[in-house]
């Protein structure tokens, strides 16, 4: 690409000198080789949308399948750990820290819990745990990917009943350890009425709207989450009648707009 460029010599005389740049615009190499054949046929082009390996009930292996496919995922780590000393005693961090009493010395892993969604019907968590900061967080990161789930939305409130997919359109209940949590679907307009924690999940997966009752140790963020996410899995296994799927503005996966485009 040849771009002209006006250079002043001199600001007395106002002498302009053009000069033609040549910029070499790189090449993006794709280092990702597939080792599946799920990974093959996304590399070949012969699977172009993520709705196809959910709807034939496909197993991801590879995080370059879900790189390809949604392109723009979104990431963030949770806060469930707890900071340790005299100046920041109880305040939340993304790692969590445990330590291992040896003849050598203490061992210490970090744990951390990433979220991914694009914020349109999908959203994946996982955590990741090493030795190092750096290495558990990339490790969460990835498993997330590899744990992708697609959230059933719809608008289940009666003081609503919009018929957009805003919420969820039922109530649902998930369970991990003693952690129980309901989610109840809320009007339009009402936000996330849900732990902090939670709430970051929810709009990763696209629901704007939600009310929640929590039972049990909700103060053990993982349990909490984990049955926040058996919960959203819960809620594409209750089958529901064909006169439902417009009244409750049921939709599964992304959403799209008239001309066929993501939402």
Same mark, same amino acid.
Request: hydrophobic fraction near 35%.
């Given at each position: 690409?040849?771009?002209?460029?006006?250079?002043?010599?001199?600001?007395?005389?106002?002498?302009? +000198?053009?000069?033609?740049?040549?910029? #070499?615009?790189?090449?993006?190499? *794709?280092?990702? =080789?597939?080792?599946?054949? %799920?990974? @093959?046929?996304?590399?070949?082009?012969?699977?172009?949308?993520?709705?196809?390996?959910?709807?034939?009930?496909?197993?991801?292996?590879?995080?370059?399948?879900?790189?390809?496919?949604?392109?723009?995922?979104?990431?963030?780590?949770?806060?469930?750990?707890?900071?340790?000393?005299?100046?920041?005693?109880?305040?939340?961090?993304?790692?969590?820290?445990?330590?291992?009493?040896t003849k050598e010395g203490n061992k210490i892993h970090f744990?951390?819990?990433?979220?991914?969604?694009?914020?349109?019907?999908?959203?994946? +968590?996982?955590?990741?745990?090493?030795? #190092?900061?750096?290495?558990?967080? *990339?490790?969460? =990161?990835?498993?997330?990917? %590899?744990? @992708?789930?697609?959230?059933?939305?719809?608008?289940?409130?009666?003081?609503?009943?919009?018929?957009?997919?805003?919420?969820?359109?039922?109530?649902?209940?998930?369970?991990?350890?003693?952690?129980?949590?309901?989610?109840?679907?809320?009007?339009?307009?009402?936000?996330?009425?849900?732990?902090?924690?939670?709430?970051?999940?929810?709009?990763?997966?696209?629901?704007?709207?939600?009310?929640?009752?929590?039972?049990?140790?909700?103060?053990?963020?993982?349990?909490?989450?984990?049955?926040?996410?058996?919960?959203?899995?819960?809620?594409?296994?209750?089958?529901?009648?064909?006169?439902?799927?417009?009244?409750?503005?049921?939709?599964?996966?992304?959403?799209?707009?008239?001309?066929?485009?993501?939402?």
């Amino acid at each position: 690409m040849v771009e002209q460029i006006k250079v002043k010599k001199s600001k007395a005389a106002d002498e302009e +000198v053009v000069k033609d740049i040549i910029e #070499e615009v790189p090449e993006i190499v *794709d280092t990702w =080789k597939p080792a599946t054949n %799920l990974g @093959l046929k996304v590399k070949n082009g012969e699977i172009t949308d993520i709705e196809d390996i959910f709807n034939q009930n496909l197993k991801i292996l590879e995080v370059g399948v879900v790189d390809s496919l949604l392109p723009n995922l979104s990431e963030e780590l949770l806060l469930i750990g707890q900071a340790k000393g005299k100046f920041g005693g109880g305040q939340r961090r993304i790692f969590r820290q445990t330590q291992k009493k040896t003849k050598e010395g203490n061992k210490i892993h970090f744990l951390t819990c990433a979220v991914v969604g694009n914020k349109n019907g999908y959203v994946g +968590v996982a955590t990741g745990k090493s030795k #190092e900061t750096v290495p558990a967080r *990339d490790k969460s =990161k990835r498993r997330a990917r %590899l744990n @992708l789930i697609r959230v059933r939305r719809g608008c289940g409130s009666w003081q609503c009943n919009c018929q957009e997919p805003h919420s969820i359109p039922f109530a649902v209940e998930g369970k991990c350890g003693s952690a129980k949590i309901t989610l109840i679907p809320a009007p339009k307009g009402k936000g996330l009425c849900v732990e902090k924690e939670c709430a970051k999940i929810l709009e990763m997966a696209g629901v704007k709207d939600i009310w929640s009752k929590t039972s049990g140790q909700t103060k053990t963020k993982l349990n909490l989450v984990n049955a926040l996410m058996d919960a959203l899995k819960n809620l594409s296994q209750i089958k529901y009648r064909p006169e439902d799927l417009k009244k409750l503005g049921i939709s599964e996966g992304k959403l799209k707009d008239r001309t066929g485009e993501e939402a």
